[in-house]
């Protein structure tokens, strides 16, 4: 099953996310377009595939079309209840349904479901589908079970899942969809920050994310049941983690022409955009996504909506939507977040200062920061500093890709004695994203290195680690390796900020990748 459909539900597992397919941030590739590794010899041939039904139901799913996949699954799980591949698919639909609603109230009866399709998945000769589905099953009850915070059976189950996807692949070695999983297990273990290492050691846990790659590139180059998602994720670790858009942007673009009734492909294409800062196509794509009672609730494409909406500086409508996120979402993370989302709307919209106070306070409510935005947000209502209003709309500006309107913005910020410390380091990034956006990379780097000179190298904020790591990548698309790494490994070095896992992670990659 596509893990990367919601890229934050990935992140909300925590751990769980990171080792199984919180790396995949959104993304995708042409089929012609995948690079075809060298195969090991005795890959002669695909082993093994899903039912005609159960490929027809897995389609439906790959839609977000869940209600149409469990009728379509109906009978053959009726006549073959222990079946692997509609097992496999029903555990998808699960699993699915599951991380989209983040509705705790189903996770208990969801479990139990999973459970049940590994008890009969025990009792069927060993084949190469059936070892794949109860390793895959068994992975996707980890994460589960981590996502709702049962660490201890979550962490078991996703150590218990690997070491099964990894004897698969060594007695099938055609079978292409058990090197999908292994692969992203394996980039997603291997791509873990260093203060993640004494927990895989703990669990017995070892990977290389090149190793990884390899194993998604074979996946991905050759058809079976699960190419189209084998490619997806190779594109969302691309893009993600090295800097390649490109590719994912052409998939996904390709994939929503095929299929405009997809309601996964729609959410890729709003997602890709939407990180690469192109707000005007992600809203286009938004407003254009497929809609209708046989699609599965996606409460937090409201959420990127509201993101959207507020870069644009339309405040009332990005308010509206979040308002939306919120009463259909049941969910426990990003709610912090769009409390944030909504106070700045307030703020900005110059709506009253009781409500701006309101929606403020709303950040405070219980909940977890697991998530770094919601880390961010609770980290703001603790800090108690007001927020720049010029450097808050450059900021959003620029996030949506309206690189002009931030340098016009920027034109009427003036420090003063009494301009806090932040504010003074953050000014030169943002001058330095909008320029990065434009093109104009002599202006960013000039202004990255004016951000890290203000800060020192131990301001609390998130703004001199990211301009090294953006130096870093500018380096290395320069061709200079050597600059590259020291700016790689400046960011690594900064001590506790906001997106540190996050920064720390991809700058960890860089490095090896310039090796």
């Known amino acids: 099953m596509v893990r990367g459909m919601v890229a934050g539900s990935w992140r909300t597992a925590g751990l769980a996310g990171s080792l199984a397919a919180g790396v995949l941030l959104t993304g995708f590739t042409p089929p012609q377009a995948v690079e075809k590794p060298e195969q090991p010899a005795e890959m002669a041939a695909t082993v093994g595939e899903l039912t005609p039904t159960s490929r027809r139901a897995y389609a439906e799913v790959l839609k ?146 090149s190793e990884g790659l390899k194993n998604l590139a074979l996946a991905a180059a050759q058809p079976h049941d699960f190419q189209i998602e084998s490619q997806i994720y190779l594109s969302l670790i691309r893009e993600g983690y090295y800097k390649k858009p490109e590719e994912a942007l052409r998939l996904v673009e390709h994939l929503h022409a095929q299929q405009p009734d997809n309601l996964l492909f729609s959410y890729l294409l709003i997602s890709i955009n939407k990180r690469q800062h192109h707000g005007e196509a992600a809203l286009a794509a938004y407003r254009a996504r497929p809609t209708g009672s046989s699609y599965v609730p996606v409460p937090y494409l409201r959420h990127m909506a509201a993101d959207l909406l507020l870069y644009k500086g339309d405040y009332a409508d990005s308010e509206r939507e979040n308002l939306a996120f919120l009463r259909e979402y049941r969910g426990v993370h990003y709610r912090k977040d769009a409390a ?82 932040r504010d003074r380091i953050e000014e030169p990034y943002r001058r330095a994203r909008a320029f990065q956006g434009l093109g104009r990379l002599d202006s960013a780097w000039f202004y990255f290195e004016r951000t890290q000179t203000v800060a020192g190298p131990k301001a609390p904020y998130y703004f001199a680690p990211q301009a090294a790591l953006q130096q870093g990548y500018l380096a290395q698309e320069a061709g200079n390796k050597a600059k590259a790494r020291i700016y790689f490994e400046r960011a690594l070095h900064y001590p506790w900020h906001e997106y540190k896992n996050s920064t720390d992670a991809k700058a960890t990659l860089a490095l090896r990748e310039l090796k």
């Open 64 to 209: 977000l079309r869940l209600g149409p996949a469990r009728e379509l699954l109906r009978p053959e799980l009726a006549s073959t209840p222990a079946a692997p591949a509609p097992l496999l698919v029903a555990n998808c639909i699960d699993f699915a349904d599951l991380l989209l609603s983040q509705d705790a109230a189903r996770y208990e009866a969801i479990e139990k479901a999973q459970e049940a399709r590994l008890a009969r998945l025990d009792k069927v000769p060993t084949s190469a589908m059936r070892d794949y589905a109860r390793a895959e099953i068994t992975l996707h009850l980890g994460l589960s079970q981590l996502l709702f915070k049962h660490l201890v059976m979550g962490g078991y189950h996703l150590r218990s899942g690997y070491r099964q996807m990894q004897d698969v692949v060594k007695r099938y070695p055609a079978f292409l969809p058990a090197r999908k999983t292994l692969g992203i297990c394996q980039f997603a273990v291997g791509s873990l920050p260093e203060g993640y290492h004494w927990l895989l050691s703990l669990l017995g846990l070892t990977a290389n994310s």
């Open 340 to 421: 944030f989302k909504l106070y700045l709307a307030a703020w900005l919209g110059g709506q009253p200062a009781a409500a701006v106070a309101r929606y403020r306070e709303q950040i405070n409510q219980p909940g977890p920061t697991d998530v770094e935005e919601d880390n961010y947000a609770q980290h703001y209502y603790h800090e108690a500093v007001a927020l720049n209003p010029i450097l808050t709309r450059a900021r959003l500006q620029t996030d949506g890709g309206y690189n002009q309107q931030a340098l016009a913005t920027l034109r009427s910020f003036r420090a003063r004695p009494a301009t806090l410390w």
